[in-house]
T-cell receptor
Framework: DVKVTQSSRYLVKRTGEKVFLECVQDMDHENMFWYRQDPGLGLRLIYFSYDVKMKEKGDIPEGYSVSREKKERFSLILESASTNQTSMYLC???????????FGNGTRLTVT | RKEVEQDPGPFNVPEGATVAFNCTYSNSASQSFFWYRQDCRKEPKLLMSVYSSGNEDGRFTAQLNRASQYISLLIRDSKLSDSATYLCVVNKDYKLSFGAGTTVTVRA
């Protein structure tokens, strides 16, 4: 069974801090994704990666960056956290495009 | 206009009832369609793909209507464990668009 692990379940950070969200998958998937989920808005794609060291912007990349140095690990970075980045962040991976996506259990980030 | 729209519900139904709900999408060139299920405070998980001819998976039936640009999900003989939020997902050119979800609550 595919396992996607996000490093933190809950995080509280202050405005202006640099924040790292880590995601690791154990199924040798090529594709990895970062989404945020907000009430009434659904999941929105922040960044994705189809290969090591490769990244592409999703629908809402502003204020975020990513890193994929190894195939199994995809990191989301908030360069300077802001209160409007308070959200649930979901990492996902997939063997094929576009589906099925295997999600991690999420990181609920609060920026104060 | 949102790319994918869903009635947020909640749909409150008794055990054993049938519940059905739709999802509309705006891009007529969309290529494939899915339903994901998300339990409270959990991650989404793929429930089923939606095929042009319609498909069933146990008590769940999915339909696609390309002419009217909607997909539907029907749950027969509802169980308490079916209580969840159901996310509609539409793919075009490998870009997935998610609806905000329809919440179903099954009561004893």
């Amino acid at each position: 069974d595919v396992k996607v692990t996000q490093s933190s379940r809950y995080l509280v950070k202050r405005t202006g801090e640099k924040v790292f969200l880590e995601c690791v998958q154990d199924m040798d998937h090529e594709n990895m994704f970062w989404y945020r989920q907000d009430p009434g808005l659904g999941l929105r794609l922040i960044y994705f990666s189809y290969d090591v060291k490769m990244k592409e912007k999703g629908d809402i990349p502003e204020g975020y960056s990513v890193s994929r140095e190894k195939k199994e690990r995809f990191s989301l970075i908030l360069e300077s956290a802001s209160t409007n980045q308070t959200s649930m962040y979901l990492c996902a991976s997939s063997f094929d495009r576009p589906s099925p996506l295997h999600f991690g259990n999420g990181t609920r980030l609060t920026v104060t | 206009r949102k790319e994918v729209e869903q009635d947020p519900g909640p749909f409150n139904v008794p055990e054993g009832a049938t519940v059905a709900f739709n999802c509309t999408y705006s891009n007529s060139a969309s290529q494939s369609f899915f339903w994901y299920r998300q339990d409270c405070r959990k991650e989404p998980k793929l429930l089923m793909s939606v095929y042009s001819s319609g498909n069933e998976d146990g008590r769940f039936t999915a339909q696609l209507n390309r002419a009217s640009q909607y997909i539907s999900l029907l749950i027969r003989d509802s169980k308490l464990s079916d209580s969840a939020t159901y996310l509609c997902v539409v793919n075009k050119d490998y870009k997935l668009s998610f609806g905000a979800g329809t919440t179903v609550t099954v009561r004893a």
